[in-house]
């Protein structure tokens, strides 16, 4: 399995940005994709997951209403839509999946990782 996360960038505070993980390897029906993303001395934090094959969709408190995660099945890519980006947004953002369980936030539970992409907001 590969994933290939892109799109991050510097944009000021309120700005979007849209990143984007293409996904190769396997089919993923039965599978969750999830955005994690780590600051500098901070542990990796779930952000945001879509259900491959239902779509059903999970977001941290902290991005709620601010960020959408969709998944395209054709192109088997995830997308994560940033919008009223905060300085407390700036981060390195990984994509990862697993096959779905219950627990989808914990990071050490994930077989698969992209690498990181840096987004980094200006105030």
């Known amino acids: 399995v590969q994933l290939q996360a892109s799109g991050g960038g510097l944009v000021q505070a309120g700005g979007s940005l849209r990143l984007s993980c293409a996904a190769s390897?396997?089919?993923?029906?039965?599978?969750?994709m999830t955005w994690f993303r780590q600051a500098p001395g901070q542990e990796r934090e779930f952000v945001a997951a879509v259900r491959w094959s239902g779509g059903t969709t999970y977001y941290a408190d902290s991005v709620k209403g601010r960020f959408t995660i969709s998944r395209d099945k054709v192109k088997n890519t995830v997308y994560l839509q940033m919008d009223s980006l905060k300085p407390e947004d700036t981060a390195v953002y990984f994509c990862?999946?697993?096959?779905?369980?219950?627990?989808?936030?914990?990071?050490?539970?994930?077989?698969?990782w992209g690498q990181g992409t840096q987004v980094t907001v200006s105030s």
């Open positions: 390897g396997r089919t993923f029906s039965g599978y969750i």
């Open positions: 990862a999946s697993r096959y779905y369980s219950g627990r989808i936030y914990y990071a050490p539970d994930y077989a698969y």
